[in-house]
């Protein structure tokens, strides 16, 4: 069976080129919304070229993203767009992929915590901040941990590298100040934000 993402696909859909979507497992034509759903339902499916077999599923995907947003859902903030759009061609660009998946799976897993928090917060400011700045640790966190999978000298790599593991270590240890002023400055962006909703309350 066809490939996607490294895992058998459980459904295939096939997509023309007059852009209709065919899903095989019901042998009828179905929508961007009946794709949507699926994705909702936790069901696996990869789109394919009806002609030539090409996956397609990472352009449909970013289509239903696309079809979300123009109905008002908004989930994605500009900055964000903007800031994604900036690592395009960036010499960090192979690390944000693996950075974003780390951060949603991370967030999936703890969705049920953050509702609880969320229902919280409402009714205080003061835990609507502690959230900001949990979530916010636990994406440095997450950042650290991408970035190191893409340290040059890992342990266990060539031999002679443990000096230059400790030189990394080193240099890791020196730039913490820096580390927790970027933290900082997060924290005081997300501050200000809350500030401004608080304010139009």
Known sequence: MSKSNGKAAGIIIKKYANRRLYDTSTSQYVTLDYLRDLVKKGTDFQVVDAKSGEDLTRGVLAQIIFEEESRGANLLPVDFLRQ??????????????GYLQMSMNSFSQ????????????????QATMAM??????????????????????QAGAAPGTAQADDSSARDSSESKPENLSAL??????????????????
């Open 84 to 97: 994604l759009i900036g690592f395009y061609g960036d010499s960090l660009q192979s690390v944000v992929p």
């Open 110 to 125: 703890q969705q049920e915590e953050f509702r609880d928090k969320m229902t919280e917060a409402m009714s205080s400011p």
């Open 132 to 153: 900001l700045e949990e979530q916010t640790r636990r994406n440095m966190e997450l950042f650290g941990q991408t970035m190191r999978m893409f340290t040059p000298f």
């Open 184 to 201: 900082r400055e997060e924290l005081d962006s997300l501050r200000a934000k809350m500030d401004q909703l608080l304010d139009k309350k």
